[in-house]
């Protein structure tokens, strides 16, 4: 994501420690903890095609409020960028996961909402290639080196670096409002059960909604601590000059930049490994394909066990090793990352009729866990390193092992 590669230039520029880098992540993920059961309940006024549109808006809103943040340099204001920016995701996703779970029969919600998702992991997969060549690739000089800088070269050099990150999300805020307004001239099926007569106290009654509300909280939460620090790990590691000592992965990262008409000459470290990162994401986009599959014939707990234990090895690998495996096996996690949300989602919500709107305000909620996971794993990183910081999203696989495994046991 975007957001992602923005964490090791904020990082630079604002002389961040890991755990006030994962702080970011904090303002982006908390909206979803303050919005969702709001969100949930405008859904269930106006109706999950008005409620897309508005979450599309707001998304727009805080991307093109990136212009001023990086304009000034002012961290607070790209907080609010990303708070509003993940407020505007929260609506949609609170309107859209539930009308695709609903369009059809509930036993094939999970294999759909996997489908979907895999679309929609497309853009995630894309944007951090265009986060390291648009965003990474220069490097970031500090207060000092600016402050010797002449005058006309200090306006020079801030407004190259605002425009390394203006562009991007100006480019992003163009291409969500024109999705909008392909959404208000669409006319959507119209649902029995857009509004909602349940209550929050009969949703948390439901154990399964409420094993499925933590599973989201530790699946977001261990997704995203490890995508926001790929970079600084790979820069840990020292993976800058195995990489471009090796004529295949320099091919590789070439070949990406080509495809964005971008040159890696002169590129900062950051970019390099920047590039890496799409193989996390675009591995999730290709294991829901495959998820849509294996979701239609297996039980979707089952397939979600043993993503969850697939993805807790690959971490090990990791840690007990170096180089290009601890590199690839890391990436590799994001492959296994692919069917969990939207079958932890659909699990939860199985059964629940018109308690859905409900349900997933809560779950949606639940995607906080991208606020409280990266800054505890930024705080371990930074007392005792990565690899032992990785013990605790370990333990949010863990979990999720455990949830999949109730479910196909099919105990509700």
């Known amino acids: 994501m975007l957001v992602d590669s923005l964490i090791p230039r904020l990082r630079e520029l604002f002389t961040l420690s890991y755990f006030q880098a994962g702080?970011?992540?904090?303002?982006?993920?908390?909206?979803?903890?303050?919005?969702?059961?709001?969100?949930?309940?405008?859904?269930?006024?106006?109706?999950?095609?008005?409620?897309?549109?508005?979450?599309?808006?707001?998304?727009?809103?805080?991307?093109?409020?990136?212009?001023?943040?990086?304009?000034?340099?002012?961290?607070?204001?790209?907080?609010?960028?990303?708070?509003?920016?993940?407020?505007?995701?929260?609506?949609?996703?609170?309107?859209?996961?539930?009308?695709?779970?609903?369009?059809?029969?509930?036993?094939?919600?999970?294999?759909?909402?996997?489908?979907?998702q895999a679309f929609n992991s497309l853009g995630t997969a894309i944007a951090p290639a265009v986060g390291a060549l648009f965003i990474l690739s220069d490097s970031i000089k500090?207060?000092?080196?600016?402050?010797?800088?002449?005058?006309?070269?200090?306006?020079?050099?801030?407004?190259?670096?605002?425009?390394?990150?203006?562009?991007p999300f100006l480019g992003l805020a163009i291409f969500i409002i024109a999705i909008s307004g392909i959404f208000f001239f669409a006319k959507l099926p119209?649902?029995?059960?857009?509004?909602?007569?349940?209550?929050?106290?009969?949703?948390?009654?439901?154990?399964?909604?409420?094993?499925?509300?933590?599973?989201?909280?530790?699946?977001?939460?261990?997704?995203?601590?490890?995508?926001?620090?790929?970079?600084?790990?790979?820069?840990?590691?020292?993976?800058v000059p195995l990489?471009?000592?090796s004529s295949t992965m320099m091919n590789i990262a070439d070949f990406v930049a080509t495809i964005f008409f971008k040159s890696l000459e002169g590129a900062d470290a950051k970019a390099l490994l920047g590039i890496?990162?799409?193989?996390?994401?675009?591995?999730?986009?290709?294991?829901?394909?495959?998820?849509?599959y294996l979701t239609k014939i297996m039980k979707p707990g089952k397939v979600l066990a043993l993503f969850a234990s697939l993805a807790i090895i690959s971490i090990l690998i990791s840690i007990a090793s170096s180089g290009y495996i601890a590199m690839w096996s890391i990436l590799a996690v994001g492959l296994f990352n692919s069917i969990m949300f939207?079958?932890?989602?659909?699990?939860?919500?199985?059964?629940?009729?018109?308690?859905?709107?409900?349900?997933?305000?809560l779950l949606c909620a639940a995607i906080v866990g991208g606020a409280i996971i990266p800054p505890l794993?930024?705080?371990?990183?930074?007392?005792?390193?990565?690899?032992?910081?990785?013990?605790?999203?370990?333990c949010c696989y863990g979990y999720i092992l455990y949830y999949g495994w109730i479910k196909s046991r099919t105990i509700t």
């Open 243 to 245: 990489i471009k000592e």
């Open 142 to 167: 500090s207060k000092e080196e600016i402050a010797q800088l002449s005058e006309s070269a200090k306006e020079t050099y801030l407004a190259s670096e605002a425009a390394a990150v203006q562009n």
């Open 23 to 116: 702080l970011v992540q904090f303002a982006f993920f908390g909206a979803y903890f303050l919005l969702s059961i709001p969100a949930s309940y405008i859904l269930s006024k106006i109706g999950y095609k008005k409620g897309i549109i508005l979450g599309l808006l707001t998304m727009a809103t805080g991307c093109l409020l990136f212009y001023p943040a990086a304009s000034y340099r002012v961290f607070g204001i790209f907080m609010l960028a990303y708070f509003i920016l993940a407020g505007g995701m929260t609506i949609l996703q609170v309107a859209a996961n539930p009308f695709v779970a609903v369009l059809g029969s509930e036993d094939g919600a999970s294999s759909r909402l996997n489908l979907s």
């Open 190 to 239: 119209k649902l029995i059960n857009e509004t909602s007569s349940g209550t929050y106290a009969q949703a948390f009654a439901k154990r399964g909604l409420v094993l499925g509300v933590l599973g989201i909280f530790f699946y977001v939460g261990a997704e995203v601590a490890i995508g926001s620090y790929l970079v600084n790990y790979f820069l840990d590691m020292n993976m």
């Open 377 to 394: 794993f930024g705080l371990l990183t930074d007392h005792v390193g990565f690899k032992l910081a990785f013990i605790l999203v370990i």
């Open 342 to 361: 939207p079958t932890i989602f659909t699990l939860a919500i199985d059964g629940l009729g018109d308690l859905k709107p409900k349900a997933s305000g």
């Open 276 to 292: 890496f990162v799409i193989f996390y994401w675009s591995g999730a986009m290709i294991g829901r394909f495959v998820g849509s």
